[in-house]
């Protein structure tokens, strides 16, 4: 995975909280959330964050360790 992937997966999560802030369900793929998954969808958009700032860091001359977590199947 590069930067640019965070980024988007990022992207989509925010677009999620979005949604779901205002009633909406949103689709990521196979997998739709609502407002009920708020938790699940700051949870992502923690992890998408820090695997970016990960990459900033690295790109700074900092430590370049990323850890992928899985969460199922979300893409």
């Known amino acids: 995975m590069d930067r640019a992937t965070a980024v988007t997966h990022l992207d989509l999560w925010l677009a999620a909280d979005k949604a779901v802030s205002t009633g909406q369900a949103y689709t990521i793929g196979e997998v739709t959330v ?42």
């Open 34 to 75: 609502t407002r009920v998954d708020a938790g699940r969808i700051r949870q992502q958009i923690a992890y998408w964050q820090s695997v970016i700032d990960s990459y900033d860091s690295a790109a700074q001359g900092g430590s370049s360790r990323v850890a992928l977590a899985s969460f199922g199947s979300v893409p």
